[in-house]
Each structure stands twice: as C-alpha cells, then as structure tokens.
C-alpha cells in the first residue's frame, strides 16, 4: 500500500494501483454521464408516454433495491479486482451492442428497458466489489484522502463535463453517446485488469454457509453497530429528502422562481461546482473536526441551505444555497463512506457496504413520491422545506454515534485522533 504523509495525515499516492482505480472510476463516471443524459432524450424520440419514459429511469434503479444485497454478499466470495474488471467488460460489450442497435434503427422502449434495468444490476456487483477493494490499495489511514480523491474526480467527470459533452456527440449521432459509453467501460475494465492485487485472504466459510445466510450476517453487523446504524439511518433519511429536491427542482427553479431552462442549468453547475470543492476541503474539515462531527456540521448547514431555497424568492438565493449544498453534501458522502469502510469487518465490507448502500437508497423513489405531492398541494418550494426536515431527522438520528463508549474509527486514523507517530 502507498502512501504519503500530508500535514500529519496520510493520503493515498497515485502509485500502487490506487492512481488506476481512480482513472477506472472517472472513466466511467464519464461514460455514465453521458448515458444518463443520452437515455431520456432517445426515450422522448420512441414515445410521448410519460410513464413509459419515467419507466426508464426507474428501471436504472430498481436492481439496487432487488439485488443490492446480493452483490455485497458475492463481493465478499470473489476476487473484487476480477469482479470489476469482469463487470465492466460485460457492460462495455453489452453499451456497444445497443449503439449498433440505435445506429440501425432498431431502439425501442423495451431495449431501452432492458438496458438500463441488466447495467444497473451489474454495477450491484461492481459498486461492492470497489468498495471493498480499495481498503487494500491504500493504508486504513488514507482512505479519506483516497475517498475524496474518487468522488471528486466522479464529480468532475460525470457532473461537469460528461453533461455537456452529450449534445455535441448527439449531434454526430443517436449513437454516439452509447458507443463513447462503450469505450469508458472497456478501458476502465483494462485498467482494472492491470492492477495487481493479491486475491483477498478470507476465513474459511463455515459448513453449510449460504449466500442468504451471508446477507443476513451483513444486515445484523449494520444494524449492531451503533455508529453504522445511526450512520445508514441518517443517510436513508437525507435520501429521502434529496428524493424530495430532486424530483421537483426544475419545477422550482422554472415556476415559482421563474428563472427558465436557464436558470435550471445554473443550479446544476452551482451545485456541482460546490460538490467539487467540498472534495478539495474535505480532509481539511475532517482534520479539524473528526469525521463524525464533520458529518453532523455537513447536515446542519444543509439544513439550513434548503431552508433558504424554499423560502428566498430568489434566483441568485438558490444559486448559493445549491453551491452550499453541494460543498457539504461531498464533506457528508466521503466521510460517512469512510467510516463504512473503516468499521466493517475485514472479510465483510461489500456485505456491509451493499446492506448500507440498500438501505439508505430506498428512501429515494419514496421521496419523490413525496416531494411531487407536496408540491402540488402547497407549491413548488414546498419540497426544499420537506427535505429540510429530513434532513434535520437525519442529524438527530445521527446522535447516538458520537456516544463516547463508541470508538468511531482505528485509533491510528490521523484525521478522528490525535496523530500518532508513524
């Protein structure tokens, strides 16, 4: 494992692998930007049913709460570097097929379907089996810095450039996107595939061990520890807020303050650029506060930043409030990934990480449901004022974490204790 010292606190080096893994996941961030955005659009061009083209999108999500638990379960039995490289493979040759099926004009609703419903299934497996391999590409220590690292290249490749690449190769063709898709996977498995990790050394399974045995296993690890739970509890509750903001911002950002498709795209980037620079400060605040109080102040001050979006009439408000947003939602994201990673088991981290992950993602779609009835009945900045109080949940059932007969990380992590010599 690599690592360099950085005022008092480890962070990862690009050596040892962790440089391709990072390379690995903004590739495919890309990709799966720009097959995000390409997917609505050749939606709207096979039909003019709303529910068959919300049926796609909701497709792309419905694995992560049928499979979810699975792919941690299958995570924790399997070589997480062949896993990867393996998955990302079948996706890449899988992306292409459908760019030939568009390029021929063969795209239909139900391909459509298909496709987003099989990829998502796969990246179940995918998203463990990553969450689980990094822990050995970088000491316990670095895993903040390395963390930050991915999410924020993440949040670069996918939220400010994989978005407005989209129409520039649309206008070259329907099946463009798809076959640059197809690419990103394809060298983001090579890169994988070059890393050279020896497979995971794990514990004989017992007699009689059952992958529906495993799971539950993950699920009771979770829910005994008191810093994971109040963790995932907190985390489902903010998605069920994000859920809420998400489903109806453009109707906020377009009706009640009248800003246009304009001033839509104006939130996105605000949001984005905040999310890029919380990446960059983040080790910083987790220095300074530990990771657990990072996260509690991360949820406090989003607290307050939809407050100001549901009740400041304001274009230039939702601009600075979205940046703020986003600038803490990544101080969140990274910190709370962390101390997952930093508390589970050896040996059971993608059982973990999948429970965790399953959880707190089901709280989304309920969350739109919300946030689109709210809206209609009470306005459109009613969903920012509901998510606040999700939100403001979530940071209660946060408390029981910070419990002081709760040892939060190892106690040589640099950046919850008092640096230690090395």
């Not at 998955?87 to 760019?99: E, I, P």
């Not at 497996?125 to 991915?150: C, E, H, I, M, W």
Request: glycine share 12%; aromatic share 6%.
């Amino acid at each position: 494992m690599a690592t360099v010292e950085t005022a008092g606190v480890s962070a990862p080096a690009w050596r040892g692998g962790f440089g391709r893994l990072w390379s690995a996941a903004v590739l495919s961030s890309f990709g799966d930007a720009l097959r995000t955005a390409a997917l609505p659009l050749l939606a709207v061009t096979l039909t003019d049913e709303p529910l068959l083209i919300a049926a796609v999108t909701a497709c792309g999500q419905l694995p992560w709460l049928l499979f979810g638990l699975l792919g941690g379960a299958v995570a924790d039995r399997v070589d997480q570097r062949r896993a990867m490289w393996t998955v990302d493979a079948v996706r890449g040759l899988l992306v292409a097929g459908f760019a030939v099926a568009v390029a021929l004009g063969h795209a239909s609703i139900a391909l459509l379907i298909a496709l987003a419903f099989t990829l998502t299934t796969l990246q179940t497996l995918f998203d463990n089996a990553a969450t689980a391999l990094l822990p050995g590409l970088v000491a316990k220590d670095a895993l903040g810095g390395a963390n930050a690292r991915l999410m924020t290249g993440q949040q670069l490749a996918g939220g400010l450039v994989g978005g407005p690449v989209v129409p520039l190769l649309l206008a070259a063709g329907a099946a463009v996107p798809f076959a640059a898709d197809a690419v990103t996977f394809l060298l983001a498995a090579a890169l994988v595939a070059s890393l050279r990790t020896a497979p995971p050394r794990r514990e004989p399974r017992p007699a009689g061990s059952t992958l529906r045995r495993e799971i539950a296993e993950g699920l009771r690890t979770l829910v005994r520890d008191r810093a994971l739970r109040a963790l995932c509890a907190a985390t489902a509750l903010c998605n069920i807020g994000m859920g809420a903001l998400i489903a109806t911002l453009v109707v906020l950002v377009t009706d009640w303050l009248d800003a246009g498709t304009g001033g839509y795209a104006a939130a996105l980037t605000a949001y984005t650029v905040g999310s890029l620079t919380g990446g960059a400060a983040v080790r910083r605040i987790a220095d300074r506060l530990g990771r657990v109080r990072a996260v509690l102040a991360a949820g406090s001050v989003q607290i307050g930043a939809l407050v100001v979006m549901g009740t400041v009439r304001s274009p230039v408000a939702l601009v600075c409030a979205l940046a703020v947003f986003g600038f803490m939602g990544m101080v969140w994201n990274v910190n709370t990934t962390t101390l997952m990673q930093q508390r589970s088991p050896a040996g059971m981290l993608g059982r973990v990480s999948s429970a965790y992950r399953t959880l707190a993602v089901a709280g989304a779609p309920l969350g739109a449901l919300l946030g689109g009835a709210v809206a209609g009945a009470w306005g459109a900045n009613t969903p920012a004022l509901l998510a606040a109080a999700f939100f403001a949940l979530s940071v209660t059932a946060l408390i029981p974490g910070r419990r002081p007969d709760v040892p939060v990380v190892a106690p040589r992590d640099g950046v919850t204790t008092a640096p230690g010599n090395r």
